[in-house]
């Protein structure tokens, strides 16, 4: 275990269905990820939260919403996915986001959207 | 953009062989991370190599790291059926606030 969990490790959804990924950091960081891994790519950085802001947002659809209520929960909300954001989505955290802080990652939501 | 690139990008050994994983990247860095990817769940930190050193050791695992041909790798020693993984190398982007990984090398081993 890595001090980063994840809820739910499976979803299946439709195109018109809202839900929302749960991360959960019990390692006291500041800084938390979320990552999208496809096929045969590498992982994609979407957002990064440090102290509850959000620093980076790298060209992420507006059908992915994060939130990130406080330093130790982060959200990912989801409504009117495509077919084609079916994927692992992996949460992690560090420390700090200065100079590339180790991160701990989650074991990741799987997503399929029908 | 991409940063880090692994090679190859599967290797098959045998257990007690070792695996060498190669990792190139773009920019200049201030450190490389390998990571480890247990099928279908989420990555874990092996080992970190800052520019400044040139090798590093942890258990069965030796990193390199050439900043003049920006490159580095991983060396599995003695190698057992539960390194079987996805191996990552990652870089941190330009503005310093978050890793850049690469694809990956999917190592095998067979018992």
């Known amino acids: 275990e890595t001090g980063v969990t994840q809820t739910p490790r499976h979803l299946v959804m439709g195109m018109t269905n809202k839900k929302s990924l749960k991360c959960e950091q019990h390692?006291?960081?500041?800084?938390m990820y979320w990552y999208k891994q496809s096929a045969k790519k590498p992982l994609e950085l979407m957002f990064v939260y440090s102290l509850e802001e959000r620093v980076e947002n790298n060209s992420v659809p507006s059908r992915f919403s994060p939130e990130c209520p406080n330093s130790s929960h982060l959200f990912l909300h989801l409504h009117t996915l495509q077919p084609e954001d079916s994927a692992l989505y992996l949460c992690?955290?560090?420390?700090?986001?200065?100079?590339?802080?180790?991160?701990?990652f989650g074991p990741g939501t799987r997503l399929t959207v029908l | 953009s991409q940063q880090g690139e692994e090679d190859p990008q599967a290797l098959s050994i045998q257990e007690g062989e070792n695996a060498t994983m190669n990792c190139s990247y773009k920019t200049s860095i201030n450190n490389l991370q390998w990571y480890r990817q247990n099928s279908g769940r989420g990555l874990v930190h092996l080992i970190l190599?800052?520019?400044?050193?040139r090798e590093k050791h942890s258990g069965r695992l030796r990193v390199t790291l050439d900043t003049s041909k920006k490159s580095s790798s991983l060396l599995i020693t003695a190698s057992r059926a539960a390194d079987t993984a996805s191996y990552f190398c990652a870089t941190t982007n330009q503005a310093g606030t978050a890793l850049i990984f690469g694809k990956g090398t999917t190592l095998s081993v067979s018992s």
């Open positions: 992690a955290s560090s420390q700090g986001t200065s100079l590339g802080d180790t991160q701990y």
């Open positions: 390692l006291g960081h500041n800084a």
């Open positions: 190599i800052r520019s400044n050193e």
